[in-house]
């Protein structure tokens, strides 16, 4: 038995080797280079990784890796296929039904991809969505807006990361917009949503079996749509147990998961990252739910909370292994509450030359921390809401306490980090960026960025 990993991500954080003890058989793994590794470093070794081929691809989007899955496949008789990146969870099942394997295939996935099927999924099961069009042309898109006003949202219908999605505030605005997204011959992968105004919040949790074992909401202490232009901490905080919206998101995101897996689905075994507008006058408003764990820390922080680690169990569901602590199956009681309160401080990349960043906090309740920059490298402005300079993950009795160890960290965390335009030079003369001078750095989530992690 053999298993084939689509990999979009730096390889530290999912240490495969672990995660699949006790497995036998082949593990063949495709990744994507511009995630991987130090600035400058070699690929690493697929052998010191523990798998048995490791192909890296300059382009993952591209048709080769489709290919090249299909081939290696059917070379080591793959017999389940991973995927963690949003990017990927289409082509890991379009593979699943191309060979007959078990685990979610595209019909089953595509209710979490479609963001168009997913608000008409929603809404027919009497959730709200916002009011929103699959604009083909720009005269489509200025009908919905004189209809609904501004501002509006204008994303791609199986967009992620915030990448490409724009918050039109007036006409200028719009106009731009269309003329960049409606250049030629009609689309049909542009939606235009009227805007939400609230907090965002979202719920994550794990599957098995078809039934949710864990689950918690958390609130976005920021927008997520401002990571381009965001330069200070951005905090994200679970709600406490006796928050009144706690068992409000719980219950809406199950009744979401009922209305995007039919009866007969393959998707078993999955986590989930639903994000839920909570608006001034108290509803709840859909805004789009992935069959997936969630970016930058999220992992880490429900691991803080009930020692599960999404990712950990989503590789081994779909690698066919026994869970830890479902061995057995699910039983019959209620998912449990968390045994802390947890949250991130993040801050995002800006461009320019990294003269200094923080120290490590040594403080016991930082959970983890990470770097994805060094001294002397240039880098890019953060290109989407998971292109990060620094995260932390936290943890405190209550959501109160939690808040105020996160901001603290955060203000910490900005007092040493500082980014100077590229030929600035100090009393001491231009920066020392090494023999061969500056590190161009990618501009997305820690593609070619140091990750320093520190987890207690």
Not at 384 to 409: H, I, Y
Request: proline share 8%.
């Amino acid at each position: 038995m053999s298993v084939l990993i689509l990999h979009r991500n730096p390889f530290r954080p999912f240490p495969y080797q672990e995660w699949l003890t006790g497995r036998t058989g082949d593990v063949v793994v495709l990744a994507a280079r511009d995630k991987l590794g130090l600035p400058g470093e070699e690929v690493p070794d697929g052998g010191d990784l523990g798998f048995t081929r490791l192909e890296v691809f300059d382009d993952f989007d591209a048709e080769a890796v489709d290919t090249r899955a299909l081939e290696l496949a059917e070379e080591f008789r793959v017999t389940h296929v991973v995927a963690h990146h949003e990017a990927d969870v289409d082509r890991a099942a379009r593979l699943r039904e191309r060979l007959g394997l078990d685990g979610a295939w595209t019909e089953d996935v595509r209710p979490f991809r479609d963001k168009l099927l997913m608000k008409r999924l929603a809404r027919q099961a009497g959730i709200e969505v916002a009011p929103h069009v699959l604009a083909h042309t720009a005269d489509e898109a200025r009908e919905f807006a004189g209809r609904y006003g501004l501002p509006l949202v204008c994303k791609e219908r199986a967009g992620y990361n915030s990448v490409g999605l724009r918050i039109l505030r007036d006409e200028d605005d719009l106009e731009s917009c269309l003329a960049d997204v409606f250049p030629g011959p009609p689309r049909d992968d542009v939606l235009l949503e009227a805007f939400v105004p609230g907090r965002m919040c979202h719920v994550d949790g794990l599957v098995v079996d078809g039934r949710t074992v864990a689950a918690w909401p958390s609130q976005y202490q920021y927008d997520l749509s401002s990571f381009a232009a965001d330069p200070g901490p951005r905090v994200d905080l679970t709600l406490d147990p006796d928050d009144p919206l706690t068992p409000r998101l719980l219950d809406l995101v199950d009744r979401v998961l009922t209305a995007l897996r039919p009866a007969g689905t393959r998707l078993r075994d999955h986590a989930f990252h639903a994000e839920v507008f909570h608006t001034p006058d108290g509803r709840l408003v859909l805004c789009e739910i992935a069959c997936r764990s969630g970016g930058a820390k999220i992992r880490e922080v429900f691991r803080t909370m009930f020692g599960i680690h999404l990712a950990q169990y989503v590789t081994r569901a779909e690698a066919g292994m026994p869970l830890p602590g479902f061995e057995d199956g699910v039983g019959d009681g209620p998912p449990p509450r968390p045994r802390c309160m947890s949250g991130q401080v993040l801050t995002m990349k800006r461009p320019g030359l990294v003269r200094a960043l923080p120290e490590i906090p040594d403080d016991p309740w930082v959970e983890g921390f990470w770097l994805f920059a060094e001294p002397g490298q240039v880098i890019a402005p953060a290109s989407g809401s998971a292109d990060f300079l620094t995260a932390a993950v936290a943890s405190a009795p209550t959501r109160a306490e939690c808040e105020r160890r996160l901001r603290g960290l955060g203000a910490r965390v900005q007092a040493g980090t500082e980014i100077v335009p590229v030929g600035a030079e100090d009393e001491g003369g231009p920066a020392d960026a090494g023999a061969d001078g500056p590190r161009a750095g990618a501009a997305d989530d820690a593609r070619t960025a140091t990750e320093i992690a520190v987890t207690s």
